[in-house]
């Protein structure tokens, strides 16, 4: 069966990005509140914080509108400009390590447009009635990452994603991995679950995001780069020192 590109561009994007979102994330909250709730403790986070139902009705809620009246009218506003770029999918498909180098500055990419988007979403004015809602989830849960302000889920939840491959003029494949990757990256950081292996360290450790949501005024990017150009991540680095020297001791 044909589907032409425009299709494969809104309602591709849009069917890819709600599988992975929902599946993973009832996956989630299967294993971690109702199968091995007593099991996974020990890989909470923040112990001290509990989930309760209401807070989970209301993320759903909000992360439904998000993706129904943000991100699906964003798809069909920004088509004509992947078209116009070739971010298509009837085209030749780009070679593997041309596709591999992409999603590797895709992430340098992320970041910049992240950590600045961020840091600005937590200047008062703008914290206070946009970026505010987000931090409702003080120990996040993996769907409240799109938990947000419609105003912010549209600058630095979709802005940052997408900046990339239209920098790059990326194929609709490569987009389309790259869309895969991010947003289990960012369900990953928002769990509130370190899991042992590579879900729990390196660029997947969600311990540096989730300390965002403990303290609010560190770590706002998702490297760490630019957190440590900026200084905004000492509190962060002074956490790490002490369960350092105290493990030391031991």
Request: a positive charge; glycine letters at 6%.
């Amino acid at each position: 069966m044909y589907y032409s590109d425009p299709i494969l561009i809104i309602i591709g994007t849009f069917v890819l990005h709600q599988s992975l979102f929902w599946i993973v994330n009832g996956i989630i909250l299967l294993l971690t509140y109702i199968i091995y709730p007593n099991r996974s403790l020990k890989y909470k986070i923040q112990k001290d914080i509990h989930l309760d139902s209401e807070s989970v009705k209301e993320c759903v809620k909000t992360v439904l509108i998000n993706q129904l009246c943000v991100l699906f009218p964003c798809l069909i506003l920004i088509c004509p400009l992947f078209m116009h770029l070739n971010l298509r999918w009837h085209i030749p498909f780009p070679p593997w390590y041309r596709i591999l180098s992409e999603l590797l500055c895709f992430i340098g990419v992320t970041e910049i447009f992240f950590y600045y988007s961020h840091l600005t979403l937590h200047t008062s004015y703008i914290y206070e009635y946009v970026h505010k809602k987000h931090h409702r989830f003080r120990a996040p849960i993996g769907m409240a990452c799109e938990y947000a302000h419609p105003i912010e889920f549209l600058i630095s939840n979709i802005g940052p994603v997408i900046a990339g491959p239209l920098i790059f003029q990326s194929h609709l494949l490569t987009t389309w991995l790259w869309l895969s990757f991010a947003l289990l990256g960012t369900i990953n950081h928002h769990s509130g679950y370190k899991l042992p292996g590579i879900l729990g360290s390196g660029l997947s450790n969600p311990t540096f995001h989730d300390f965002h949501h403990a303290q609010f005024t560190n770590n706002f990017g998702l490297l760490g780069i630019l957190d440590r150009l900026h200084g905004t991540d000492k509190a962060w680095r002074a956490k790490k020192l002490k369960e350092q020297q105290l493990k030391n001791k031991e």
